[in-house]
């Protein structure tokens, strides 16, 4: 009797104890935002030069990359600790020092086409010590033959 008790909590306890993490790498995009980290720093404000960029025609192939301004308006430094891209396609690089109030950053975006075919639209998220984080800046291209 205690045998066929005993068995069944091994077997639970020796799977549930076999479970590995996953670096984030390993992780889906999805996955990987919802563990980034609460915003570092005090909360503050900022402003983009514009949340949205149209590359137009892009070659296939091509790589293209467009610069968002930020600028921080609040009156704590601004912290971007962050950028996800939501697909491989696309690589961010971000100013990784505090913005200073009043003073402006930048968010990059590199677009590959070259897996793709006709009209893309693509976002990233920006993580901030903002109260609205993390913040959507997005672009759109349509990927022609070369």
């Known amino acids: ?17 076999c479970k590995k993490e996953q670096t984030p790498e390993q992780l889906t995009t999805v996955e990987a935002s919802t563990q980034t980290q609460a915003p570092v720093g005090p909360l503050t404000s900022l402003a983009l030069s514009e949340g949205h960029w149209d590359f137009k025609d892009v070659k296939k192939g091509e790589s293209v990359e467009h610069i968002y301004e930020v600028t ?6 601004l912290i971007i600790s962050e950028v996800v ?8 690089e971000f100013t990784k020092e505090p913005i200073l109030p009043g003073e402006k950053g930048q968010v990059m975006l590199r677009f590959d086409s070259s897996s793709f075919d006709g009209f893309q639209n693509k976002q990233a998220q920006v993580f901030a010590n ?3 984080s993390p913040v959507i800046i ?7 033959k070369p």
């Open 1 to 17: 009797m205690k045998r066929s008790i005993l068995i069944p909590m091994v077997l639970v306890l020796g799977l549930s104890s």
């Open 72 to 77: 921080n308006t609040g009156d704590n430094p």
């Open 85 to 92: 891209p939501g697909c491989g396609c696309t690589a961010p």
């Open 130 to 132: 903002v109260e609205s």
């Open 138 to 144: 997005s672009f759109t291209a349509n990927v022609t």
